[in-house]
């Protein structure tokens, strides 16, 4: 009956946390919700089980998701190396959960080397921004990274004694998200924090060369590129992204070759084909790196190369949605088409209401249900394509349930059950 309400802001640095307190096994209890099968909850009655997950029940892709990618990029290429690091606290680590003032942070090293976990957030507790310059202890050296601001309801992962491609990062006030080796070449991808200049710190002892007039360390601005070589000829380049280009990134592989793609989109990918799905707009556009690995025959290239990457658009019809539904006080009827378009993925059906919970059902079977608590239901139909006609229910509100916002709860017990308002939205692909 708790109708809890999980803040995606808050999931990316509970993964952190967890992370830099010394996890190795990253693991949820839903990832992509679903529907139970029926009998499991009462006869007959199948139960949505859904939990807000980032990757919703009928495919929706809730902010969650993209928070978590960013960590999972992180993971995927360098749990290597953080799955040795043991984790040190803080001389005055913070116990007390309702302690906004002092900083949250942790570090997991191993041979010198290792990453700074900084966490600005707290679950239901407003943190505030905080200007802060942290020194890790090392066994022959300090490390002191330089004094940003971390915004509240932020977290950072910073690396120091970070060695690649045989060049030796002694630190970075940017977070590093993830890599692709390219040849001889390692391209390294940041992440510009907000309300930080960020600057990266090479050892000169361990480049040859560098991109004219470097002078250690270095700003990192987002969409440049920093090139340096070490001693023993191989090269990395830093690409640092905008927060918002790091949540719309994707780490896949295209022919064989392992690349980044920044797109709205949502990307998936069966090892044959590349597809992109989004909400509303016909029209799509990415950004892949490295630009040569693509080759896409059928996108046309638009803007060509900038920076250290390629520029793609490519676009299906616009879909004329005539799928017809009425509704009227807590019930509404969707009649629904027999299949839909090659180029159309799904259409929700972003459904507000009032009540305890709503159902879906065809000729008194339901299908699935949804349990009310504020946001509306992104209810996808292509699951139920071929059964003409769906009548979704409110179910009045029940005595007991919690987690709701007490000025919604009275407005939701102070009347019927009702929906308040349907909206179709297309998912292109």
Not at 75 to 91: C, K, R, S, T, Y
Not at 200 to 227: M, Q
Not at 411 to 418: D, F, I, K
């Amino acid at each position: 009956k708790n109708r809890f309400i999980v803040a995606p802001n808050v999931e990316e640095p509970h993964l952190q946390n967890q992370l830099g307190r010394g996890m190795n096994l990253v693991g949820y209890y839903m990832f992509h919700g679903g529907t139970q099968t029926p009998g499991l909850k009462e006869p007959g009655y199948p139960e949505s089980y859904d939990f807000q997950a980032p990757v919703g029940e009928f495919g929706w892709i809730r902010p969650s998701y993209n928070y978590l990618k960013i960590l999972h990029h992180f993971i995927n290429d360098f749990g290597g190396l953080l799955v040795p690091m043991q984790q040190v606290e803080a001389g005055n680590p913070v116990r007390d959960v309702t302690n906004t003032k002092d900083l949250r942070y942790i570090v997991r090293t191993k041979d010198n080397s290792g990453f700074l976990f900084l966490n600005n957030t707290q679950v239901r507790i407003p943190m505030p921004d905080k200007n802060v310059a942290v020194s890790v202890k090392l066994k022959n050296e300090i490390i002191s990274f330089p004094a940003i601001s971390l915004k509240g309801q932020t977290n950072l992962v910073l690396p120091f004694n970070f060695k690649i491609n045989d060049v030796l990062i002694k630190y970075a006030s940017a977070q590093l998200m993830a890599k692709i080796e390219d040849r001889n070449t390692t391209m390294l991808f940041f992440i510009k924090p907000d309300n930080v200049d960020p600057v990266i710190a090479f050892d000169p002892a361990s480049l040859v060369a560098a991109s004219p007039g470097i002078i250690s360390p270095v700003k990192l601005a987002p969409g440049s590129g920093l090139s340096v070589i070490s001693k023993t000829g191989k090269h990395v380049t830093i690409v640092t992204l905008t927060r918002k280009e790091a949540e719309q990134s994707w780490r896949t592989s295209i022919n064989g070759k392992e690349v980044l793609i920044v797109t709205n989109a949502n990307v998936l990918n069966n090892g044959k084909k590349l597809q992109l799905r989004q909400i509303g707009s016909n029209i799509f556009k990415l950004r892949i790196y490295p630009g040569d690995a693509a080759g896409l025959e059928s996108v046309k290239v638009t803007g060509g190369v900038k920076g250290m990457f390629r520029d793609y658009v490519a676009s299906v019809p616009a879909y004329r949605l005539t799928i017809p539904f009425t509704f009227n006080a807590g019930k509404a009827t969707i009649n629904l088409p027999v299949s839909l378009p090659g180029y159309i993925s799904d259409v929700f059906f972003k459904v507000s209401y009032r009540g305890s919970a709503a159902t879906v059902s065809k000729d008194g079977e339901v299908l699935t249900d949804h349990l009310f608590n504020g946001i509306p239901w992104m209810l996808g139909i292509k699951n139920y394509l071929n059964t003409s006609m769906v009548q979704i229910d409110v179910k009045k509100w029940k005595d007991g349930i919690t987690g709701v916002d007490s000025a919604l709860m009275q407005r939701v017990q102070s009347g019927s059950p009702a929906i308040e308002k349907i909206e179709k939205l297309p998912e292109y692909k």
